[in-house]
């Protein structure tokens, strides 16, 4: 098993990229531009955790930690996008928005765990 695979965060952000790419696929009215960086974002959330864990110093570690909570971010500007234009129903939002907001502290504080 690797390193990882053993974090909560990592669990967390791994299942919200299953159920994000799970809810793309049903998806139906949703414009491919925003399709596509949402997917690329997700994936990168949990790409760049893994990789951060890989790392020997801390500098490394807290910058590919950095770049896993700003594709958080970004998944959550593109749900608030997606929300405005009524693309995503309120309870869907605010679900995928909870859980980003989970996933964002989680990541904070592992950051700040890296000094």
Known sequence: MFDFEKLD?????????TKTYSFINQAQNIDNQFIEQWKRASLAVVLNLAEGVSRITADDKR???????????????????????NLIEE???QEFYND???????L??????FK
């Open 9 to 17: 965060i990592y669990k967390v952000v791994k299942d919200l990229n």
């Open 63 to 85: 910058n590919l930690i950095a770049l896993s909570r700003g594709n958080v971010f970004k998944c959550a500007a593109l749900l608030q996008a997606m929300k405005d234009l």
């Open 100 to 106: 980003y907001e989970t996933a964002s502290k989680m």
């Open 108 to 113: 904070l504080g592992m950051f700040r765990s």
């Open 91 to 93: 309870n869907e939002y």
